[in-house]
Structure formats: C-alpha cells, structure tokens
C-alpha cells in the first residue's frame, strides 16, 4: 500500500508553509509507504506520495507525470489489467514508467470518468491537470483502498489516505465514499460504480461450478502481480485456503510473462496467527501441509494484544467493536511478516459477504432477503473488512489484496442465483463455492464451519477484551455515555473503551461519523435483526452468538 496527499484551492496561491504543512501530513502516512517519498507543488495545488514499491521498483515512484508533464497523477493502488492497455492500440501515448498506475494517465485522456468502470483493480487517486488548474479523484468500487477528504477554513479542500492526516489541519472531515469520483467542479463525490446486480430482479441466474471456479483462479492470477515477496494469509477458513490453493496453482510461473517465464519467487510462504491451541491454527496448519506452502504460526498472547490496543486503533482509525477484535492479532501478525521481507500478501475477505457465510444468514427467509443482506453487507464492506486488512497491514508497509472483492469476479458471483447460495436443510453455508473447489483442499476443510476472525484467534481473545473493557470502564463513567458521547454513542463497555482511545487521536464528530455504530448480531446489518425474533436480544459480533448455529466442536 501506499499513502497519498492532495491539496488544492484554486482562489489562494500557496507559500512554502502550505509545503511544509503537507510534508508533515505525508509524513503521518510514512508507514503506508516506507520505500520512497515524493511531492510536486504549483500555485494551486500539491500532490505527495509515500511508496511501497510492489511493481516497477526502478522507475515507478510518484507522482507520476504524463509525457507532456500536463498530468501529474499520485495513486494508492494496483491495476490489475494495465498490461491490457498498453498492449492494445487503443492509446496512442509514450509510458514514462512501467508502473501499473500510469495507465490512468492515457485512459483519462481519452475517456474521461468513463475509464473508472474500464479499469479493474483497487485504487484512490488523485490527478491534477495542470494546464486547466483542475483535479480529479476517484476510489475503488467496494473501497479496498481508504480515501478521506475535507475543508480547512480558507475552503481549501484536502484528500488523504488516512484521517490522521486531516485532524487538526481540517474543520471539516468526511470519508470519500467508494465507487465515486469527484471534480473540482463538483460538490460531492459522483457515484459511478452500478451494476445490475445490485437489484434483486437484475440478477442473471449463472449457476456453473465450473465457471465459478475458473472466474475467481482468473482473478488469483490476475493479483499475483508483483516484483517483490508475496505471501497469503492462511487462517485455516474456508476462503483463505481456497486463495492459498488457486496461489499454490499458478505461482511457479510470473504472470507479467503470460506464464512463460519461471517466478522470480516460487515459494509460497502462509501465515496463521492466535492463541496456542487456537482453532485457526490448527486448522491452517492441515491445509499448509496440504498445499507445501512455508508456514508461519504468529503466536501472541493477551497482554500483548491489549498492550497494542492503543496503536490498533491509532492505525485503524475506528472504534468499531468487530474490527478492533479481529484487527489486533492482524495487526501483530503483520510485523512479523514484515520482518520476513514479504511486501504483499493474498487473503479471503469478501467471500463471506458474496456467499452469505456468516451464520445469522441460516435465518433468512427467502432469496431476495437474502440477496440484498448481501448487497448490504458488500456495500459496508470499506467501514469493516476491507479497513481492517488494508490498515491493520499498512501499519507495517504490507500489502493486502482480495481477489474475492475482483471487479470481474463480483460480476459473476453476484449474478449467481440467490436461492443456490441459500443454506437449506443439510447443507452448510458457502455450499456453491464450497462445490465449486472440491479436490482442492482436505475436505475436513472445506466443509468446516464458518468461524469470524476474531474467534478463530481463541475464544480467550474475545472473552479477555470483554473482561479488560469491563474492569477499565467504570459503572459511573459509562452512565455518562450520553453525555460523553452524543454521536454514535457506546453500547457496550468494550465500544466505550474503544470510543475513548479513539477520541484522543481523532477528536470531534466529524471523526466520530466515520465510523458506524449499529447493533448486530453475528455481524449482520441492522436490517437483518427481523429475520429472527431472538436476535432483538442479542448484540454482538462474535459469530458464538448464533448458538443454535454455531458448533463449537468445530
């Protein structure tokens, strides 16, 4: 990942203390991109970028400038089908670079915001023409990519990665909505992104495990892109291993050669963290063995997850109870695999989402229910998921991608037939993609059980948090929530301890609203609580709360 700043205002000429006010912001996003910093500055806006170098090391730092130097363009991302557009005739334009991010240049020359929807990758960026004094940004389509903007007082308007960036230097704070894209002409954030999915009645009934099958190794492939160290993430659940398994498949040979040429890295390193005894842990290490991947088990203990409390939420930039959970033994995990030279690694978030594998969706009631708990669920994904496996790895310089949430593979997976991802009698959630990858895995784990992140670490973990967050909150001090908290207010002790860290690093409530609040069971949307009468007594993430569900000899 990488982390970027932009700063324009058309109506003030900038001094050298609007300079060395964003060098100080970049600087707050160092950890993003420990590899190199850049900056270009005009009377009227400034564009800063802090690099990991995952592709084009030699020549592909940032900003990047068009041939003509008109376009000055700084990007967090990856473009999965750049080689695509180079090698068609399409654009008639001289590359500076082999970046994979250069081909926004070209693209939006010639085909304006119409480019956002040719393009397939994850992304935010913000480009300047310099000839027009004028911008444009845009963020991926489900939000892999954190994007946030604001206001200062003299209506100079900010973009950055991180919110960091912002307090203190903004009076207004928002989070730049994914799938959108904005001009300097414009108010608000344009949406872009729509598909047809996204109505019950739009979907196009594909059913073939087959195809299934081969759609998401195409998107596998597509993100094995890198010049560097790659690993995946290997919980022992369901999605990571069928990533790690199609990764297995595909990594003797480099992609940017169309598999002629030998990988520069042929060996896949998986890694796992929890508790000792941890049900991720051991499960991960079946599948390892399974696949011949180099194994890494990241074993932490309570106290140093509670230690790192603080920075989790620092780095998270949330007080969101499930992703504080799950984000602290990532976050941990993350340093170790830094330290072993690994820059990017592969995960299974989005799978849950697309397929309804979370355990409260044994309870809904019908296909179109269904359907649109899962168009919720993808919709919020950029508040939860996808913020956690990008922040909780950028802390350490690594990069996370997921080919699960690939443009191209939501297109098919989504136009499933919402009945056949249904959980009926005697069958298990995620039933169609479990068919779909038999013989690629043991079936012990292929037909395990869901269980979320933050259980599969330990029990303990969840349960010790709990414990922490109850003798650290006072009785008094939490009768006060209201009063102390009127936006989004705690509903729980562990949301309050949470909600206080957070405050000290990102003070007001345009901060606060960044980050949602919602009672939920299991991890559903508040929406889905009607679907069973006993879930208006529950309130908590943990998938154990669905006890009728969950088998905890899993």
């Not at 799938?179 to 073939?208: A, E, L």
Request: glycine letters at 6%; one cysteine or more.
């Amino acid at each position: 990942m990488c982390g970027i700043i932009a700063i324009y205002n058309n109506q003030i000429k900038f001094d050298k203390d609007m300079r060395a006010k964003s060098l100080s912001m970049s600087k707050k996003v160092r950890h993003r991109g420990p590899d190199w910093s850049g900056i270009y500055t005009s009377d009227n806006a400034i564009l800063a970028h802090e690099r990991l170098s995952i592709v084009d090391i030699k020549s592909g730092k940032q900003p990047l400038f068009s041939s003509d130097k008109k376009i000055v363009l700084t990007v967090n991302g990856e473009i999965y089908n750049h080689q695509y557009f180079r090698d068609s005739n399409e654009l008639d334009y001289d590359f500076q670079t082999n970046s994979d991010c250069e081909v926004i240049i070209p693209l939006f020359d010639k085909y304006g915001p119409d480019m956002l929807n040719m393009i397939n990758g994850i992304f935010a960026f913000v480009l300047y023409d310099n000839t027009s004094n004028s911008y444009f940004v845009a963020r991926d389509p489900i939000g892999v990519i954190p994007l946030y903007m604001g206001k200062d007082e003299n209506g100079t308007i900010y973009f950055s990665s991180e919110m960091k960036c912002l307090v203190g230097n903004c009076i207004e704070i928002k989070e730049f909505p994914p799938g959108h894209y904005m001009t300097n002409k414009d108010k608000i954030p344009k949406k872009y992104y729509s598909k047809n999915w996204m109505k019950f009645d739009g979907v196009k009934n594909y059913s073939s495990t087959k195809e299934l099958r081969e759609s998401l190794e195409d998107a596998v492939k597509r993100q094995l892109m890198s010049d560097v160290p790659f690993g995946v993430l290997l919980s022992g659940g369901l999605d990571s291993s069928i990533i790690s398994s199609i990764v297995k498949k595909f990594s003797k040979k480099r992609i940017e050669s169309e598999s002629k040429i030998d990988a520069w890295w042929p060996q896949i390193h998986s890694f796992a963290v929890g508790l000792k005894g941890s049900p991720d842990l051991e499960a991960s290490k079946k599948v390892s063995k399974y696949l011949g991947t180099i194994h890494h088990e990241i074993h932490f203990t309570i106290q140093e997850a509670l230690d790192a409390l603080e920075d989790v939420i620092y780095y998270l930039e949330t007080y969101d109870v499930t992703t504080v959970r799950a984000s602290t033994p990532m976050y941990l995990m993350a340093r170790y695999i830094k330290s072993m030279g690994i820059k990017m690694v592969l995960s299974g978030e989005g799978a849950d989402e697309i397929f309804g594998g979370y355990l409260y969706f044994h309870k809904a009631p019908n296909s179109k229910e269904f359907h649109e708990e899962t168009i919720r669920k993808l919709n919020k994904l950029h508040l939860y998921d996808c913020l956690r496996a990008n922040k909780s790895l950028s802390a350490w310089g690594v990069e996370g991608r997921v080919p699960f949430l690939d443009k191209d593979f939501l297109d098919y997976s989504m136009n499933i037939d919402p009945s056949l991802k249904m959980i009926k009698e005697n069958k298990i959630e995620k039933n169609i993609l479990r068919e779909s990858f038999e013989g690629y895995l043991p079936d012990e784990i292929l037909w395990r059980q869901k269980e979320q992140f933050s259980d599969g670490v330990g029990y303990n973990w969840i349960d010790s948090l709990k414990e922490y967050a109850n003798e650290s909150i006072k009785d008094e001090e939490f009768s006060n929530k209201e009063k102390l908290f009127p936006v989004n207010t705690p509903k729980s002790k562990e949301e309050f301890l949470f909600r206080k860290i957070f405050q000290k690093h990102f003070p007001g409530d345009d901060c606060a609203l960044c980050v949602p609040s919602v009672k939920s069971v299991a991890c559903s949307t508040e929406e889905a609580l009607k679907w069973d009468e006993s879930f208006n007594n529950l309130n908590d993430p943990s998938g154990r709360s669905v006890k009728k569900i969950h088998n905890d000899s899993y």
